[in-house]
């Protein structure tokens, strides 16, 4: 098969950030099929843009083999709500133009994740243009999410938001979620029937994590890097609103008697406001890291006693898997989870962490005090949630789950 994927965030070569489509897409090259990628030159997380020397749309092939179409996104993506809005609309229009007269050979499907929502019109319009249908992947609930976080606050442009994401539900052949909370309220909220939703959920990458961490010093690289005699609990991913690391420092600054070390790793539009926030209070004991390859973002999780999933306190996000959650796993690190919901249900199922209230510093302070005293016990959570991703979230093996869906319901396009 030859999929067309639109995917604002798709990741450039050795670029930080979530890595599930990169993976995916590598995996199925190697299964013998066809990738290309519509994507945006603007990264999620705030990091710069790709130096494409003043043009709107690049061409080139990854080093996984798949054809990348780095299409123009908005500068302003990063620069207030309206910016963000004009940071996907700018990519909505410019994929669509790409898709048209860029992406020229015949595909079998159009494959669009989402968020953002908008990148829905680009399905549509391509699906009709070149006659192919499409599918539509819920990575988030939008506008939920949206209006929870106090993202979107135009009574208008919240009507209008719900609206097309009826539409989209209707016109796409098939619907990919990542969370059974998604699937859920698909049937039950928004009237989607049950035999056009399949399940697909985020996972470890165990064969990036088992080769970086085969050779892998643990001892040395905390020497290295400042972290010997530390209790070390890395957070990595996008340091935004949703994300309200706030609560991680208000934690660092009632943990400054301990040994206890925070490192988070990555970026977004309110670090500048974190950072300055840590300096303001002299903290000593939380250290921010820039976005780097995954392969390097690993070996700081090797070196950790825990990682850290935190997400605002908002309803929408109980529904929820964070990416991270899932490459702790794979490197037999205990989850600190600071999200309720089925992200609390994953680690208790899997005795693969401990639990705090999302919100509540004091109760995330008392959790990592139980950790301090515990490490046995932290030690074996590690490998619970090490084996119990092998067995229900290995993205090698949900890669080839998500392609007998692909040619169950769109072979015959082939």
Same mark, same amino acid.
């Given at each position: 098969?030859?999929?067309l994927?639109?995917?604002?965030?798709? =990741?450039?070569?050795?670029?930080?950030?979530?890595?599930?489509? $990169?993976?995916?897409s590598?995996?199925?090259?190697? &299964?013998g099929? &066809?990738?290309?990628?519509?994507?945006?030159n603007?990264?999620?997380?705030?990091?710069? +843009?790709?130096?494409?020397?003043?043009?709107?749309?690049?061409?080139?092939?990854?080093?996984?083999? !798949?054809?990348?179409?780095?299409?123009?996104?908005?500068k302003?993506?990063?620069?207030?709500?309206?910016?963000?809005?004009?940071?996907?609309?700018?990519?909505?229009?410019?994929?669509?133009?790409?898709?048209?007269?860029?992406?020229?050979?015949?595909?079998?499907?159009?494959?669009?994740t989402?968020?953002?929502?908008?990148?829905? #019109?680009?399905a549509? @319009?391509?699906?009709?243009?070149?006659?192919i249908?499409?599918?539509?992947?819920?990575?988030?609930?939008?506008?939920?999410?949206?209006v929870?976080?106090?993202v979107?606050?135009?009574?208008?442009?919240?009507?209008?938001?719900?609206?097309?994401?009826?539409?989209?539900?209707?016109?796409a052949?098939?619907?990919n @979620? #990542?969370?059974?909370?998604?699937?859920?309220?698909?049937?039950?909220?928004?009237?989607?029937?049950?035999?056009?939703?399949?399940?697909?959920?985020?996972? +470890?990458?165990?064969? =990036?994590?088992?080769?970086?961490?085969?050779h892998?010093?643990?001892?040395?690289?905390?020497?290295q890097?400042?972290?010997?005699g530390?209790? !070390?609990?890395?957070?990595?991913?996008?340091?935004?609103?949703a994300?309200?690391?706030?609560? @991680?420092?208000?934690a660092?600054?009632?943990?400054q008697?301990?040994?206890?070390?925070?490192? =988070?790793?990555?970026?977004?539009?309110?670090?500048?406001? /974190?950072?300055?926030?840590?300096?303001k209070?002299?903290? =000593?004991?939380?250290?921010?890291?820039?976005?780097?390859?995954?392969?390097?973002?690993?070996?700081f999780?090797?070196?950790?006693?825990?990682?850290?999933?935190?997400?605002?306190?908002?309803?929408?996000?109980?529904?929820?898997?964070?990416?991270?959650?899932?490459?702790?796993?794979?490197? &037999?690190?205990?989850?600190?989870?600071? *999200?309720?919901?089925i992200?609390?249900?994953? *680690?208790?199922?899997a005795?693969?962490?401990?639990?705090?209230?999302?919100g509540?510093?004091?109760? #995330?302070?008392?959790?990592?005090?139980?950790? /301090?005293? $515990?490490p046995?016990?932290?030690?074996?959570?590690? $490998?619970?949630?090490?084996?119990?991703?092998?067995?229900h979230?290995?993205?090698?093996?949900?890669a080839?789950?998500?392609?007998?869906?692909?040619?169950k319901?769109?072979? &015959?396009?082939?």
């Amino acid at each position: 098969m030859h999929i067309l994927l639109v995917h604002q965030f798709f =990741l450039k070569d050795n670029e930080g950030g979530g890595s599930r489509w $990169n993976d995916m897409s590598r995996i199925w090259v190697e &299964k013998g099929h &066809k990738m290309t990628v519509l994507s945006g030159n603007v990264h999620y997380m705030g990091l710069c +843009s790709e130096n494409t020397s003043g043009k709107y749309f690049v061409e080139k092939i990854n080093k996984d083999g !798949v054809k990348v179409i780095s299409c123009f996104a908005s500068k302003s993506y990063h620069s207030g709500f309206f910016g963000r809005l004009w940071g996907y609309f700018s990519f909505t229009l410019s994929s669509i133009y790409a898709g048209l007269f860029y992406a020229k050979e015949k595909y079998d499907l159009v494959l669009v994740t989402s968020p953002p929502l908008f990148v829905g #019109l680009t399905a549509i @319009v391509l699906s009709l243009a070149k006659r192919i249908p499409f599918l539509f992947e819920v990575r988030d609930l939008w506008p939920e999410s949206a209006v929870e976080t106090g993202v979107l606050k135009n009574k208008l442009v919240i009507g209008i938001a719900f609206w097309f994401e009826q539409y989209l539900y209707r016109k796409a052949k098939m619907i990919n @979620v #990542l969370t059974p909370a998604f699937r859920d309220i698909l049937i039950s909220k928004k009237n989607i029937p049950e035999e056009k939703i399949v399940y697909i959920p985020n996972a +470890s990458d165990f064969a =990036l994590a088992d080769q970086v961490g085969y050779h892998f010093n643990a001892a040395a690289f905390r020497k290295q890097n400042g972290l010997e005699g530390k209790f !070390v609990i890395t957070y990595v991913g996008a340091h935004g609103v949703a994300n309200d690391l706030i609560q @991680v420092i208000d934690a660092a600054s009632l943990l400054q008697e301990t040994n206890c070390h925070f490192l =988070l790793i990555g970026d977004g539009e309110q670090k500048n406001e /974190l950072m300055a926030e840590v300096k303001k209070r002299e903290l =000593l004991n939380i250290r921010f890291i820039t976005p780097m390859p995954k392969s390097e973002v690993l070996k700081f999780v090797l070196a950790s006693d825990m990682g850290i999933s935190v997400l605002k306190n908002a309803e929408i996000f109980k529904t929820i898997y964070s990416n991270k959650t899932f490459d702790y796993f794979s490197c &037999k690190k205990p989850v600190l989870m600071v *999200i309720d919901g089925i992200s609390r249900q994953l *680690i208790e199922e899997a005795d693969a962490g401990i639990f705090a209230k999302p919100g509540d510093p004091e109760d #995330l302070v008392e959790k990592i005090r139980y950790c /301090l005293k $515990n490490p046995d016990e932290l030690l074996r959570q590690g $490998n619970n949630g090490y084996h119990y991703a092998r067995l229900h979230f290995d993205r090698d093996v949900l890669a080839v789950k998500y392609l007998n869906y692909l040619e169950k319901y769109f072979g &015959k396009h082939q």
